[in-house]
């Protein structure tokens, strides 16, 4: 029962990986034509309360007990982090950046989960801050392409999303939330619930989009984006480490970019097509190095299987 255990989470693995590694690169595109006829933030609320609605409902169907005052509370802080300040910044970064250069521009951010892993007692070995420099230093060399020259407002909003995304990815495994999928749904419920009062705080329009395609991209967001991405993250996260969840970062940029070229004919200064890979480059390097150091340390390690 044990080894079958074992492997039907193995399995599960496998599966979250693949989702996070293949849906979450087509969702930059799925932003880009979403926000060209919906507010970002009413884009982003509307469609973080409407898939935490659905899984809630299901969940509750299921006799899945309501998360504790506290759950709430975690659920609440990450839901802002993650949901709001990261991928809400994307989306507002969007109107102006290209989905595969904000892709690729995101590729930094284990390295940047790494550097917050030493606010909470672990700093990086000499080999990882190494990775964290080659990584820094590239990513400068991205910024000062033409594609993301043009534009300093989405820039900055794109490294503030990475910055909070590492952040919330650290600190899900130190704060108190519900287990499963109750809760990254109640993030989500309550990371939407924020995204749409700070829409209407700045006055976005809550007017619906006449565009078929926009009402497209609003649906694989909330199905396959949040539904079914998120919450592989997230379990990737509960029942793995954030290491290996965070390896969606090598796939994803290769992914958005041809996504982008494909279907929305954009097109990459040279500068992300060069850095990019030394951004990636830099994140293996990162990856092994910890693999390295968890390996040396078999008494520490624990698995949920």
Same mark, same amino acid.
């Given at each position: 029962?044990?080894?079958?255990? #074992? ?5 599960? =693995? ?32 509307? #469609? ?14 299921? @006799? ?8 709430? @509370? ?52 000499? =080999? ?19 594609? +993301? ?25 130190? =704060? ?31 007017? +619906? ?24 993250? #997230? ?31 954009? @097109?990459?200064?040279?500068?992300? +097509? =060069? ?16 693999? @390295? ?13």
């Amino acid at each position: 029962m044990c080894e079958n255990d #074992r492997m039907g989470s193995r399995w599960l =693995i496998a599966i979250c990986l693949a989702s996070v590694y293949i849906i979450w690169g087509t969702t930059y595109y799925a932003i880009k034509v979403g926000v060209s006829d919906a507010a970002p933030y009413f884009l982003v609320g509307t #469609r973080f309360v409407v898939a935490g609605g659905i899984l809630i409902l299901f969940l509750r169907l299921r @006799r899945v007990p309501w998360p504790t005052l506290a759950q709430w @509370r975690g659920a609440a802080i990450l839901g802002v982090i993650l949901l709001v300040m990261g991928l809400g910044s994307v989306t507002v970064a969007e109107q102006w950046v290209s989905s595969g250069a904000t892709v690729a521009l995101i590729s930094v951010m284990p390295l940047m989960a790494a550097a917050w892993s030493g606010v909470f007692g672990r700093w990086p070995q000499p =080999i990882e801050w190494l990775a964290i420099a080659v990584g820094a230093g590239a990513t400068l060399f991205m910024v000062a392409g033409a594609d +993301l020259r043009a534009s300093p407002l989405g820039t900055g909003l794109i490294l503030l999303a990475c910055c909070a995304w590492a952040f919330g990815s650290v600190l899900t495994s130190r =704060i108190e939330a519900a287990h499963g999928a109750m809760g990254f749904a109640a993030e989500m419920l309550i990371g939407g619930l924020v995204a749409l009062a700070i829409s209407a705080a700045i006055g976005e329009s809550w007017a +619906l989009p006449d565009s078929a395609p926009v009402w497209w991209a609003w649906a694989y967001l909330v199905v396959f984006g949040s539904l079914i991405a998120f919450s592989a993250y #997230r379990t990737l996260i509960e029942i793995a480490n954030p290491t290996l969840a965070a390896t969606y970062a090598y796939v994803n940029p290769p992914v958005a970019l041809l996504v982008g070229w494909w279907l929305g004919d954009e @097109r990459f200064s040279p500068n992300v +097509l =060069i850095g990019l890979p030394i951004v990636l480059g830099a994140v293996g390097l990162l990856a092994w190095a910890q693999f @390295r150091t968890a390996a040396a340390k078999p008494v520490e390690a624990s698995s949920p299987v």
